[in-house]
């Protein structure tokens, strides 16, 4: 009777186990991906309004997407090979875009309440360790 009861405790154990992993698989908590098309679009309108530097190459990481916004981070250098001679110069800033209108922080005293302003709470973490990591 005891090997029954063990038996049973542990189907029990391994159903309520596969359960929970199928309703974690299935919650909200996944990261929104982008199809090439849509992150394309993305990094031309952060190459074309984003960046202070002209014929800009930008690589963009996307911390979220909440209906028409788009949260993330941009690193872009110059393109051409000309430019390269002006030194190692990059841009590198969190964004904000909604719709085609993308909004960064200001540099200086303003960056911190501009990034407040601008970005969630959750996602400012994020923008600091981005911010540290240039900054070494």
């Known amino acids: 009777m005891g090997q029954k009861i063990g038996r049973f405790s542990l189907g029990i154990s391994v159903m309520l186990a596969v359960s929970f992993a199928v309703t974690s698989c299935g919650s909200g908590n996944e990261p929104i991906s982008l199809s090439d098309q849509e992150l394309a679009d993305v990094v031309n309108i952060v190459q074309e309004h984003g960046t202070v530097l002209e014929s800009a190459s930008c690589q963009v990481e996307v911390f979220r997407i909440e209906g028409s916004t788009t949260y993330g ?29 993308l909004r ?22 994020a923008i600091n360790q981005h911010t540290t990591g240039l900054a070494k």
């Open 73 to 101: 981070w941009a690193t872009c250098a110059p393109s051409s090979e000309g430019a390269s001679d002006t030194g190692a110069q990059v841009d590198a800033f969190p964004f904000r875009l909604d719709g085609e209108d």
């Open 104 to 125: 960064r922080p200001d540099e200086g005293k303003n960056y911190q309440k501009d990034v407040e302003e601008l970005f969630p709470e959750d996602l400012r973490s």
